[in-house]
C-alpha cells in the first residue's frame, strides 16, 4: 500500500528566504506526483503536477522536482513571502489505472514578515 | 468558470439520519472522488468513479455510498450518519485517469458535524 510522508510537519521561516518541503512515497510506481496549497479551512489548491516521465516542473516562484527512483519529491518556494503561508500538500497517484490518489499530511508554512 | 462545486458547505446532524452532500463539475471531468479530511490523518479517499456507472472503494468506505447516473454529479450518501463521520469532505475531479492531463480539481469542502 502506497504511504506518502512530508517533512516537516511545520516550518517558520522569514520572509524573503528559500526554502523547501520534502514528500517521500514507498512505492515507486507512480502515475503523478501533484503538490496542493490548502488555506486554513478552504480547500485545496492544485500547484505543480509531475509526470513519471517528467524530473520537474516550474510555475512561478515554485519548482517541484521529482526523482521516481528513490520515491522523493521536493517543492522549492523561491524567496518567500507572506502570502505563501499555508499548508502544502503532496499527493501520488498510484494504483491500477492511477485511480487512487495517496496524499502526504502536509507542511505547514509560516513566512514572517 | 471551470469548478467543482459542493453542497451544503456546512452540515449539523443528528446520528442515524440520512444526508447527501452534493458535487458537481462543470468541466466534462471522466473522474470524480470523494476524499475526507481529519487532524492527524490528512486526506483519506473514500470513493472514486472513473466514468457514469462506473465506482469503486477507497481507502476508507465504510458507511458510505455514492453514485454516479450523469457524468457531472457524484454524490455522496451517508444513509445512517455516525459521530465518527464529523469531517470535513472534499470532492475532486479530474480530465483523464491514467491520461497525461490528470491535475484533481477540488471542491471548496463541506464541514460535517454529526452529533
Known amino acids: 500500500k502506497q504511504e506518502v510522508t512530508q517533512i516537516p510537519a511545520a516550518l517558520s521561516v522569514p520572509e524573503g528566504e528559500n526554502l523547501v518541503l520534502n514528500c517521500s512515497f514507498t512505492?515507486?510506481?507512480?502515475?503523478?506526483l501533484q503538490w496542493f496549497r490548502q488555506d486554513p479551512g478552504k480547500g485545496l489548491t492544485s500547484l505543480l503536477l509531475i509526470q513519471s516521465s517528467q524530473r520537474e516542473q516550474t510555475s512561478g516562484r515554485l519548482n517541484a522536482s521529482l526523482d521516481k527512483s528513490s520515491g522523493r519529491s521536493t517543492l522549492y518556494i523561491a524567496a518567500s513571502q507572506p502570502g505563501d503561508s499555508a499548508t502544502y500538500l503532496c499527493?501520488?497517484?498510484?494504483?491500477?489505472?492511477?485511480?487512487?490518489?495517496?496524499f502526504g499530511k502536509g507542511t505547514k508554512l509560516s513566512v514572517i514578515p | 468558470e471551470a469548478q467543482v462545486t459542493q453542497n451544503p458547505r456546512y452540515l449539523i446532524t443528528v446520528t442515524g439520519k440520512k444526508l447527501t452532500v452534493t458535487c458537481s463539475q462543470n468541466?466534462?471531468?471522466?473522474?470524480m472522488s470523494w476524499y475526507r479530511q481529519d487532524p492527524g490523518l490528512g486526506l483519506r479517499q473514500i470513493y472514486y468513479?472513473?466514468?457514469?456507472?462506473?465506482?469503486d472503494k477507497g481507502d476508507v468506505p465504510e458507511g458510505y455510498k455514492v453514485s454516479r447516473k450523469e457524468k457531472r454529479n457524484f454524490p455522496l450518501i451517508l444513509e445512517s450518519p455516525s459521530p465518527n463521520q464529523t469531517s470535513l469532505y472534499f470532492c475532486?475531479?479530474?480530465?483523464?485517469?491514467?491520461?497525461?492531463?490528470?491535475?484533481?480539481?477540488f471542491g471548496p469542502g463541506t464541514r460535517l458535524t454529526v452529533l
Open positions: 499527493a501520488v497517484s498510484s494504483g491500477a489505472g492511477s485511480y487512487q490518489l495517496t
Open positions: 468513479s472513473m466514468n457514469v456507472e462506473v465506482t
Open positions: 512505492d515507486s510506481a507512480i502515475y503523478n
Open positions: 475532486a475531479s479530474s480530465y483523464k485517469p491514467g491520461g497525461y492531463y490528470n491535475e484533481q480539481f
Open positions: 468541466m466534462n471531468h471522466e473522474y
